[in-house]
C-alpha cells in the first residue's frame, strides 16, 4: 500500500515511470538519465517554492523604512517585463510547471515593489494606475487574442529587458555611492535560483532561448551582488557621489 502511495505521488510529477523502477525499485543510483531528471525536478520543485518568499525580504525592508531609496522604478518596470516573458511564453508552449513556476510568484512580488516604490515615493494615484495597466496587458498577452509570434518576441526581448534593468539598478548604486532599501537577501537568492535555473530549463525543455535568458540573469544579478558586497555598511543616508570634474 505504502509502495503504491510512493509511486503515486512521484509518477509521473517527479519521475518518469522507467525512473521510477530504476532509482526506488531496482536501486541503480548510477543510471545517469534518471539522476539528471531527478536532479532537475527537485531543483525546479525547490525553486520554485523559494520563489513564494525570495523578494519579501526587499517588500519588508521597503515597509520598514518607508522609503524605496536606491531602487530604480524603470529598473523594477523592465525586470517585470522579463519575467511576464518567461511566464507567458512558458504557458503558451505548455512547459512543465517545475520549470518555470517561480515567475508567477516573481511577478506577483515585482508588482508590490514597483506600486511601493510608487506609494513611497508620494505618488500612490500613479501606483494604482501602474496594478490596473499591468493588469489589464497581462489578461491581454494571456488570452488567445495574442498571436503566437507576439509571445515569442516577448521572450526574446527578456534577454535586453534584463540587461537593461540590471544595469539602471547598477548606475543607481553607483551614482548614489551605496545600495540603498536593496535587500542583500533577496538579490542573493535571485542568483542561486538563475543559476540552477540554466540546468533545469536545458533538462526540462530544450529551449535555448529560456536558456540563455537565465545565463544572461546570471551575470547581472552576478554584478549586483558584487555592488552589494563593495558597498556593504554604506548608509543609505550616505551623500551621492560626486561628479568629476
Known sequence: MAATALRGLLVPHLLPEGCYDELLLRFNLLHVPCLKI????????AIVAGSLLVKLPQVLKIVRARSAEGLSFYAVLLELLAITGTMVYSLAHRFPFSAWGEALFLMLQTVAIGFLAQHFGGRTAQGLCFLAVYAALLGLLLSPLTPPAVVTLLQAINVPAIVISRLLQVTTNYRNGHTGQLSALTVGLL???SLARIFTSVQETGDPLLALTYMVASLCNGLIMAQLLYYWGVPAQAPARKKQA
Open 38 to 45: 531527478l536532479i532537475s525536478k527537485g531543483l525546479g520543485i
Open 191 to 193: 542568483l542561486a535560483g
